[in-house]
């Protein structure tokens, strides 16, 4: 059972465009983290989240925490074809369980 | 450069052949991890330990046996691979702070044939 839930799935955006990837939790964890993972390679952290109603912006990306800290977003303004990447959500609770990930492609 | 470093990145092997895959971090982190990768199933845990020689079973732990003699190092074991155990594996490592986010290492793609 998938305790963190992405949305959507797949996603492909023309440059220039804005985007958000929701992430739904059937639990609170400790901390929230977002990391982004190119083909065959480890993923890299973006952002951790810890308190509910949290917002943090890394230049054009944006995370939310919702109050209650079982959902998250990532948005992304002006996406370049360099954002291409899996996003995956992850919920630390001494263990990382992970979302399924969204699949982001941005047309040049 | 704080970094987690697992060997090797590619590795193809025969059933039953007993095999190690490494893993050693600079950052001096308490808290060590491997994950499997699969298509549709996404990252998994397999183990994790808090510290040396503490270790414990992830969600996925059948067939995998680890150890952690240093804090640096905590490496993953395949007693008798099988071919369901052909994945991509990452070794992860953080401190027990809140907040702190972990480092991957950049994989081990392993093929069981």
């Known amino acids: 059972t998938q305790l963190l839930e992405q949305s959507p799935q797949f996603l492909s955006i023309q440059e220039g465009e804005n985007l958000t990837v929701y992430c739904n939790s059937s639990s609170v964890f400790s901390s929230l983290q977002w990391y982004r993972q190119e083909p065959g390679e480890g993923p890299v952290l973006l952002v951790t989240?810890?308190?509910?109603?949290e917002v943090k912006k890394l230049k054009r990306l944006t995370f939310q925490f919702g109050d209650a800290r079982k959902d998250s977003s990532l948005h992304i303004t002006a996406a370049q074809p360099g954002d291409t990447g899996l996003y995956l959500c992850?919920?630390?609770?001494?263990?990382?369980?992970f979302g399924a990930g969204t699949t982001v492609t941005v047309r040049a | 450069e704080a970094q987690v470093t697992q060997n090797p990145r590619y590795l193809i092997t025969v059933t039953g052949k007993k095999l190690t895959v490494t893993c050693s971090q600079n950052?001096?982190?308490?808290?060590m991890s491997w994950y499997r990768q699969d298509p549709g199933l996404g990252l998994r845990q397999i183990y994790y330990s808090m510290n040396v020689e503490v270790t414990d079973k992830g969600d996925v732990p059948e067939g995998y046996k680890v150890s952690r003699k240093e804090k640096r190092n905590f490496p993953l074991i395949l007693e008798s691979p099988s071919p369901n155990q052909t994945s991509l594996y990452f070794c992860?490592?953080?401190?027990?702070?809140?907040?702190?986010?972990?480092?991957f290492g950049s994989g081990t793609r392993l093929t069981v044939v």
């Open positions: 992860a490592s953080t401190t027990l702070q809140e907040g702190i986010g972990y480092t």
């Open positions: 950052m001096n982190h308490e808290y």
């Open positions: 989240v810890v308190t509910g109603g």
């Open positions: 992850a919920g630390d609770d001494y263990k990382l369980s």
